[in-house]
């Protein structure tokens, strides 16, 4: 013998239902991932003469030009060099906005490639990313 008439229920009233429909609403209400703030950022520093990597003939010194920019101050501006025979003694303005004209060696030097690599740092130790120039000489 079968219990009582046989009802028709609507699926969102059955456990499945309500189980699909609770799963739904917690998609929209999940956690999201977080990130941990990455701290103070270091100066920003840009190479503008030359806009790009670039090869020049051998002569007379090819100068580079760029700026290191932080609203906290610069404290350091380091200029590293691979190739070539120039090294530079950091610059410590400790402005906001530091310029540096860098005169590169291209006597003696035909068929190398000088690598410039540029970075400042704030008060604090944080180092901004560094900027790269490489130079041809022909």
Known sequence: MLPGPLRLVPYWYTAAGIGAAVGAAGCSTRDRLT???PGPAGPQTVIEQ???DTSVSEGPAF????RSRDADGVDTVYLETEGGV???LPLTD??????FD????????????LTLRVFGTDGLGNRGDTAVRRIAVQ
């Open 35 to 37: 990130f941990p703030d």
């Open 50 to 52: 030359p806009a790009q």
């Open 63 to 66: 100068v580079v030009s760029g």
């Open 86 to 88: 120039d090294t530079f």
């Open 94 to 99: 400790g402005g906001t906005d530091v310029p």
């Open 102 to 113: 860098v005169p590169l060696t291209t006597v003696g030097q035909s068929g190398q490639t």
